[in-house]
């Protein structure tokens, strides 16, 4: 499985963007994917995950209530959708597929930048 995050941009504090993961393989409903952020100077942060049926998904407390995440096995993607927007979210953003407990496979992320 190859993965492709899109759909970054700039954005006003408040307003939403939708990110996509896209994936390669037949084996994509296997995984359970996630989504992590990093700015310059810090470690990696997650933001969110959703198992391989799509049932169970987890957020990180900075982003519940605001960030959706949601996959289509039969499209190959995954979604973040981004709500209610703060400066704070600035990040590159990246989708990771999980094998076991460990997260082995990652795409090139894609930059959000909220402005105030």
């Known amino acids: 499985v190859q993965l492709q995050a899109s759909g970054g941009g700039l954005v006003r504090v408040g307003g939403s963007l939708r990110l996509s993961c896209a994936a390669s393989?037949?084996?994509?409903?296997?995984?359970?994917i996630g989504w992590f952020r990093q700015t310059p100077g810090k470690e990696r942060e997650f933001v969110a995950t959703i198992n391989r049926s799509g049932v169970r998904k987890d957020y990180a407390d900075s982003v519940k209530g605001r960030f959706i995440i949601s996959r289509d096995n039969d499209k190959n993607m995954v979604y973040l959708q981004m709500n209610s927007l703060k400066p704070e979210d600035t990040a590159v953003y990246y989708c990771a597929a999980r094998w076991g407990k460990d997260y082995v496979l990652w795409g090139q992320g894609t930059q959000v930048t909220v402005s105030s």
């Open positions: 393989g037949r084996t994509f409903s296997n995984y359970t």
